[in-house]
């Protein structure tokens, strides 16, 4: 495009954000919650589980009192089939399972795993951030202290070359991974990706991977993605002790009241079993029941997921449309189009990211701070930027997709007039 | 008593023994649980709390989906009346008080306090241990590799004198304490001591107290024992600093699946938010909501502390008229008569405790292990046996405590004859 051109066009898109910031839009897109229709779909939950119910597990334990650490064995099957893991191998959390995981790492720090020194005893450590990725997770060895190392995501899930490289060294003590639909790339782990992982030579005997499944559940489409169990592929290939598992319902019912829990093997069982027997009291069963009562077992939940689905695949739709109509071979814009989840990773041209996120932000939609996704929040491209449909009804969500589209070309235009 | 006498006695009790072992018993008295009909003082809280219930919170959130770290304003309000604290530094946790001094400790071990080296990362860390006291607060230091010191318990609290002198090793670095109805004495510490407390002067900067209020309105006699503030009196004293606060409603609704809270000055309070905000997406609003509907306010948790005094003080006054009818006056054995809590704290003679349990489990009822009252479970007399009245029904409550004292006598006069 001239320069004369690309002016016009840039006080065109110039007018537009204008006329945007002055329908003072105030939109919240910047983490994946799900939306008030979706937390109708388990208000149920408390009419189904009241003072009739039976309060006894099937252990013939009263669910109202002391005991039971390891959680409801209904509970455990259930998330058995969601993470496809082995239901003895089990253990419910609380209500986050960022804690299960956060609580993992302390435990790492401070007793270690497969009887090394404790991670908080040992010199410059590091871990594995396939990004973009999960923000949380990455602060989460980051508040530890480890220094973080970016491993690019591929089609096919992290890029294991990388990966099989950065694992000789031993100070690399473990990788974030979210196997089914990644926050925020959308895609599944490959097969070969998942059976590389089971074959895994870690130099450090304390090297796990953080497989957190928390969209194990959630497809979107007719044509959903298929993730290999790597609880099975490590039985195979003897690694089991590789690999610590995770998943929760916070999507499934109410976030911040929902159950969480993780799966490990004998090894790190016995240390992280030991871990929260000094802990805690032990989960709240009551929550448990509640949940059990309601979803009944995996095809009860499997059905819940289906109605969320109709509630969010529309606004998915909605942002990839309007995505496609504005965006579509403008060479301004990459986006994914993922079959589940809870994102759409859009990649905008390198160095307007940030500009991106600003501008929409001073037009009242608030996106995911740009870098985000990234190890220490800085993407090296300013490139991706996290965008997290659920929340707003579909006619915001709208009319926020229709305002990034003009900021991202805005911002490509400021960019591209500096060249001249 | 002469020889011949206390043999005769001793086959007297053992024949009484024998019969008791002959009813084969199945009691349980080792932890402080709750009886079922203090359970179902709470089932209404699961009707009132439905899917037609507001599910907003006075700041407008809706408590179903992500938010509010620090917990609900209200629930934050009833833990500032409980714990005698300001409600603007009271943080709402999930279930277990326990969980939050374990975090406490294990942020202590990671990150540190008041900008002092982490614990982890200091020598030969050291904690005070008041004792009798309670086996898993000991053992949580313990877990984290602290050298556990006993300080013994007084009729006005741990001795003073004691504190005083071992804080000034900057190795010492935190205090448990129980400071109402303690956990297993029963006593409430004085005015004097908790001003002590509130004056205390510890060399090291990151020294703290871990006062935790587990039974500050566990009230069982008209005529209650009174805490004095201790946050009030380091307000005056300028030591808030010292301190971390905790409590919980597992005693008031359902154990383990109740609400817990803590609270600090700010600076340590800081490190905690902190601490927080990397490891979970927050605490149970839900459960909060629930309990607030039930409850109400301060007032209603007092009324319902009221219906949970009906229920177990005619179990202490059990244990306690048979303890007096069959031991009194006969110097095999001394304990405690608490105005509230969950425990009777029994001296028997030294030597004798752990003869005393394993007898009693011999016979069907199983005690709290000898010893588990002070650190590393080791009694240096042998002496102290935690008796929890609450559990069993009344009935059953009264056979255990006469096998109790049976046992008690039996022991005592094993132990007299080996003498001669």
Chains 1, 2 share one sequence.
């Not at 065109?12 to 910031?21: A, K, P, T």
């Not at 030579?201 to 993730?227: I, M, S």
């Not at 690694?239 to 093997?265: C, Q, R």
């Not at 997921?305 to 109709?310: F, G, I, L, N, S």
């Amino acid at each position: 495009m001239p320069k004369t051109e690309l002016e016009k066009k840039k006080k065109e898109l110039e007018d537009q954000y204008r006329s945007f910031q002055a329908k003072k839009l105030k939109l919240n897109m910047a983490r994946g919650k799900p939306g008030t229709n979706q937390l109708d779909l388990s208000n149920a939950m408390l009419d189904d589980f009241n003072s009739a119910s039976d309060f006894n597990a099937s252990t013939g334990d009263d669910c109202r009192n002391y005991g039971m650490p390891d959680g409801l064995p209904e509970m455990r099957g259930i998330f058995a089939r969601m993470m496809g893991v082995d239901a003895g191998h089990v253990l419910i959390g609380g209500n986050s399972s960022l804690n299960m995981m956060f609580d993992t790492v302390a435990c790492g720090m401070t007793r270690g795993f497969a009887g090394c020194k404790p991670w908080g005893g040992q010199e410059h450590l590091k871990f594995l951030c396939p990004s973009p990725g999960y923000d949380r997770h990455f602060a989460v060895t980051q508040y530890f202290g480890f220094e973080l190392i970016t491993v690019p995501m591929l089609a096919t899930g992290p890029d294991m070359d990388a990966v099989e490289k950065y694992v000789l060294d031993p100070s690399v003590k473990g990788i974030w991974c979210v196997p089914k639909y990644e926050n925020p790339m959308g895609i599944t782990f490959s097969d070969e990706t998942v059976r590389r992982f089971a074959c895994l030579k870690p130099a450090a005997k304390d090297f796990r991977v953080f497989w957190d499944n928390a969209y194990c559940v959630h497809d979107l489409t007719d044509t959903p993605d298929r993730l290999l169990s790597l609880w099975d592929e490590c039985e195979k290939a003897g690694s089991l002790e590789n690999v610590f598992f995770y998943s929760s319902t916070s999507k499934i019912t109410f976030p911040g009241s929902g159950i969480a829990a993780m799966a490990a093997a004998d090894g790190n069982l016995k240390t992280i079993r030991e871990f929260r027997s000094f802990q805690t009291i032990g989960p709240d069963k009551m929550n448990q029941l509640r949940h059990l009562v309601f979803l009944k077992n995996f095809d009860g939940l499997k059905n819940q997921m289906a109605k969320h689905r109709a509630l969010i695949a529309p606004k998915f739709q909605a942002v990839l449309s309007k995505l496609d109509a504005e965006l579509s071979g403008r060479n301004v814009a990459e986006w994914t189009k993922p079959n589940g989840g809870y994102f759409i990773s859009v990649n905008v041209l390198p160095g307007c990211a940030k500009r991106v996120v600003s501008l929409c932000g001073e037009a009242g939609v608030k996106l995911t701070g740009a870098g985000a996704t990234f190890p220490y929040g800085k993407d090296p491209n300013d490139s991706n930027i996290r965008v997290a449909p659920t929340y707003p009804p579909v006619g915001e969500l709208k009319q926020a997709v229709e305002l990034f589209c003009i900021c991202v070309q805005l911002a490509a235009a400021e960019k591209l007039l500096k060249k001249f």
